[in-house]
């Protein structure tokens, strides 16, 4: 629990009007002057602030407002996209401004914990990564998102020097910065050196306008790297002379802007009740101290954030709110929601999570929808969204938009999927009825294209099987005609794979259509090779069934791929023994020796989900077996009644057992298609 201050003020000494602009550079003040005639996008809000990413003078028209009107924004460290859209979805709920914030470790997180990081490149690439899907998402919920960056300490710089050079990069294509605010814990430090670094940064950042928040004193406990479980107490409340000097020193930076975490007892984590001692009048004395030394009439003079703020009591939260805090960090609680939600889906559909087949419908019964890895982590987005809905009560940001709507995802909820497929290697993307979907990625790759002369999208697959042969080929052919400019492949399905995957059920389909005929190949590819520069794969159906079934329910058929490429063969007069390039649908499941066959006949490509999914859920589920007794409540386990559990419960260590369990899959994978050590 722990606090920050907010200075937004900008100037000099002498100009620390609230009023006053973040920054005098050309992009702002044109930014400035349009929104004097914009419409106002929140009844209760600047028109300056919008939904989405919020930056510059809308930041500190939002913050400037959290103060007046007497509410604190919920500020939560995520570790991924699952937390990242649980804020927003949460916001829109509760109908107020949220604060995603990336921690370096959270960055590396998402980039991967297998990389190389000791150069901070996996930290920035992640924070990077992760900032830029805010940026793509934000406006569909419809609420005004904070991009922060959380604890930075002096060694780590270098983490915050990369995030600096994108938001650079940002500001020149977009007139504004990736991230809204950067975080520079330097506490460590003596005052002088502590403020003086921050003046510096903010030099860098005003031009930008990008805000930072520097601490003073210490956040006691444990957060991401940073331990100060044995900090001496003292440093746990800071100075109203301190956060004077602070001030002063950073008004001085022309268009900055800043926030400050004072300390006053805040401690990161969740801990038995006595164990914290909280003193927010210090933020009191300081307002008073800096108010004296200023001259001004304004009460609040400095806009304070509370770190730590898990398990502080509702009384000291707005206590703390009156004081001029403007945003409350939110972490260990929202990590044990997410986690208790995953665990509360175990424990309703436990008895369908033991195996990929066999349940209480049935030993020969597929459990693919119960393990699949959305199942349960959709389960902790919505428990976590519940959890900073509940925070937001306590921080009075509840409604501070417009009319409090019950249902805001409804209108858009829709088009979530586009952004779920970001992270495959090989961008391929399954088409599976909204064409408007991959129209909107064709004119992203489009933009792409035009900026790298290389598309988003390495490739997409339209599924139109359900077409006639004529209306799937001839509709393929016309976005094939789109994509080959873009350098895009086509992959096109003929026939149908059976079972069920990602909302296409065809587990009770006519068998005889799950066998794809040489001819309809041969159609295909004489269609599709008119296109100048076109390049298909073909997923011809040859007993393919999405999922894992029990043995003697599937009846692979892989011949068909060889008397397919005979046919070819014969009909265009090539030398080429395998002319189409095919790929195999539904691998999850399949026998080593049908895969093996299958290529043979040309196949360079099988999609395996099933199996994958399985792995990622069986590695959670080891996870939990393994440390069971810590994962039952946020504090109290087999050290103690009073020990907390949160480096038990982050949800980073539950999802890293997923995705090595899931890596060591695609690793045998790997070995079944041939495709081990295949590079250098």
Known sequence: MKLAIASLLIGSAAAFAPAASFGRNSALKMAEAATETEEKAFAKLPASVKPGVVTGQALVDLLDAAKEQGYAIPGVNIVGTNSINSCMEAAAKYGGPIMVTFSKGGGQFIAGKSLNNDADQASIAGTIAGAKHVHEVAALYGVPVVLHTDHCQKAWLPWIDGLVEASAEHFEKTGSPLFSSHMLDLSEETLEENIGICKQYLEKFAPLGILIEFELGVTGG????????????SRLYTQPEEVFYAYEQLSQVEGGAFTCAASFGNVHGVYAPGNV????????????????????????PMRFVFHGGSGSSVDDIQYAIGAGVVKMNIDTDTQWAFWDGIRAYEAKYHDYLQGQIGGPDGDDKPNKKYYDPRMSLRAGEEAMAARLIKAAEDLKCVNVLNKFQKEPLRSYIHLLPRYRVNAKILFSIIWNGSMAWDDGLVEASAEHFEKTGSPLFSSHMLDLSEESLEENIGICKQYLEKFAPLGILIEFELGVTGGEEDGVDNTDVDSSRLYTQPEEVFYAYEQLSQVEGGAFTCAASFGNVHGVYAPGNVDLQPVILYNSQEFIKEKIGSDDDKPMRFVFH????????????AIGAGVVKMNIDTDTQWA?????????????????GQIGGPDGDDKPNKKYYDPRMSLRAGEEAMAARLIKAAEDLNCVNVLN
């Open 586 to 597: 539904g691998g999850s499941g399949s026998s080593v020796d049908d895969i093996k066959y």
């Open 277 to 300: 001692d909280l003193q927010p009048v210090i933020l009191y004395n300081s307002q008073e101290f800096i108010k004296e030394k200023i001259g001004s009439d304004d009460d609040k």
């Open 222 to 233: 444990e957060e991401d790297g940073v331990d100060n479980t044995d900090v001496d107490s």
């Open 616 to 632: 990622f859920w069986d590695g959670v589920r080891g996870y939990e077996a393994k440390y069971h007794d810590y994962l039952q």
